[in-house]
């Protein structure tokens, strides 16, 4: 009886909050000034005009830089994860250090200390790329320490008993992190690396305090040139529908592998123990 | 002679627990030696420290003769004389079978694909799995994973082989599969040190039999005697339970 009751109250609570959210949605509707959203936000004209180097530039740039960031991360995130799993007290301590640093920092000061502070402190060394290889630089040096920490936790996931039947097929252990061990993390790991390439496109927007050129210019910094050149905001429409084109088959193909990922394990003894490490690797990778 | 496996007054400590306290003992060339026990006795670190797995506190070990527990010694070649079978199999799961038998051959041994292939076929063919050449190990059952992993072994052409308890995560039904590989290799003359609660197996093929308990050899002798009139009062007690169940 009394679950009854209980189920009944929770039945009028969600009428009560579609209710609400309809009632939301109409006085918007009613309140809001059709035809200046229209005009300021989804201008037909000024979109015309964006095109075609909102795509051929714009967003070129924002996946050039995520691609790149995400290739020199990586190297570093796989470097740094062995430094902090290894034996030598130093390696770990550099490791650990490095991680905890970029981790805790704002993306955008990191971007700022590359970008201007490199130049000052060392007048004699060029970053490759100017402005723009700086900005890659510094992202590259951010995802590295996130993702240090996926490849480690990737790992780890994989059970003793692999690196212990290489070993005593006479592998030595560097030859058998590269061909038993990493292989098996990696599969583990795409899903969280997916993500990470989702939150560096984002943060490839932060690239503009370090300058740009019209040939350089990413989407968003690319959009609010726009804008004020336009006066219009619908620059900003463009460039988020942008972002989203790029990041939704993305995120899309990040749950389809892990899909498959689970699938591929389902056979396997380990696989609810690497499902479970996995959900908190995706977790440490999320809460930039 | 010298022996294939020589071990003297092994200690191996996990901390401030010591879990062999001074173990002796031989395996001659040829011979399979299974060794018993109650769990936690120490059997399977014994074995692990035979090809160092377990990385021994004190004592040495001497595979044909070299001491392995000399720092200087390279482990890597050691170990290729040495196959390991290990209860939970540890197939390769990202590598078909053909590639769980070459990997090693061709990055340790340096053998060519080519070659490392017909060796892989030639060992598969000994277990009994030649049509399995190119599944990869999850659509295996336990018992063909397990003539597998015995199969990558053999494909490096050990001198002896270690087995650790190669049948217990197995289903009753899949035992017999891979105790008839394993009764084939004896017959065929390969050195073996089992560690393993198959006491017929035990008795039908092993040359010796080692009871161990809490960390010391308690009975070694042929099986007939270990096995059957045991002089020590914990082997009776502990045979009495694994034959009774």
């Known amino acids: ?288 | 002679m010298t022996a294939a496996i020589e071990i003297r007054d092994l200690h191996k400590s996990f901390g401030s627990l010591e879990v062999l306290k001074g173990i002796d003992f031989e395996v001659a060339l040829g011979e399979v030696v299974c060794v018993i026990g109650p769990s936690g006795s120490g059997k399977s670190t014994l074995l692990r420290c035979v090809n160092r797995l377990e990385e021994p506190t004190a004592g040495k070990i001497l595979i044909e003769g070299e001491d392995i527990t000399d720092p200087d010694v390279d482990i890597d070649a050691v170990r290729t004389k040495i196959g390991m079978v290990f209860q939970q199999f540890n197939l390769f799961p990202h590598l078909d079978v053909l590639h769980n038998l070459t990997v090693a051959q061709t990055k340790v041994l340096k053998r060519s694909e080519e070659e490392a292939g017909r060796v892989a076929h030639d060992v598969l063919d000994k277990v009994g799995l030649l049509d399995k050449v190119s599944e990869y190990p999850a659509r295996l059952s336990g018992g063909q994973q397990q003539r597998v992993a015995i199969a990558r072994s053999l494909a490096m052409n050990p001198d002896m082989m270690l087995f650790d308890e190669p049948t217990s995560a197995l289903d009753p039904e899949l035992i017999g599969e891979v105790l008839d590989v394993m009764r084939q290799l004896a017959r065929e003359g390969m050195t073996m040190m089992v560690v393993t609660h198959e006491m017929g197996f035990a008795l039908e093929v092993a040359d010796r039999v080692v009871f161990m308990d809490e960390g010391v050899v308690v009975e070694d002798g042929p099986p007939d005697v270990v096995l059957k009139e045991p002089r020590t009062q914990r082997a009776r007690q502990f045979l009495r339970m694994v034959t009774h169940h």
């Open chain 1, 1 to 288: 009886m009394g679950t009854n009751k209980k189920r009944r109250r929770s039945k009028i609570f969600r009428w009560v909050m579609y209710a609400f959210a309809s009632a939301l949605v109409v006085a918007a509707v009613i309140v809001g000034d059709w035809d200046r959203i229209a005009f300021n936000f989804f201008n037909p004209e000024v979109m015309g005009e964006m095109f075609p180097e909102v795509l051929t530039i714009a967003a070129r740039n924002t996946i050039v830089y995520t691609v790149l960031s995400f290739i020199f991360g990586l190297v570093g995130a796989l470097v740094l994860a062995l430094m902090k799993m290894s034996s030598i007290g130093p390696y770990r301590w550099f490791a650990v250090g490095y991680i905890e640093l970029f981790r805790g920092l704002p993306a955008l000061i990191t971007l700022i200390l590359i970008g201007f502070g490199i130049p000052i402190a060392f007048q004699n060394i060029d970053i490759p790329g100017g402005t723009t290889g700086a900005g890659v630089l510094g992202l590259s040096i951010v995802a590295a320490a996130y993702m240090a920490e996926t490849i480690r936790a990737g790992i780890e996931a994989v059970p003793r008993g692999q690196s212990e039947a290489a070993r005593s097929l006479g592998m030595s252990s560097g030859r058998t992190m590269f061909t038993i061990v990493l292989p098996q993390a990696f599969r583990i790991i795409i899903p969280p690396l997916t993500n990470e390439m989702v939150l560096l496109i984002k943060d490839t927007s932060l690239f503009y305090v370090l300058g740009t050129t019209p040939l350089t210019k990413e989407l968003t910094k690319f959009a609010r040139d726009f804008m004020i050149e336009a006066r219009n905001a619908t620059p900003l429409t463009v460039a988020a529908l942008v972002y989203l084109a790029i990041t939704l088959p993305l995120t899309w193909l990040a749950r389809r592998l892990e899909k498959r990922g689970a699938r591929g394990r389902a056979g396997s003894e380990t696989g609810d123990e690497q499902k479970n490490v996995l959900a908190q690797v995706s977790k440490s990778g999320i809460d930039r």
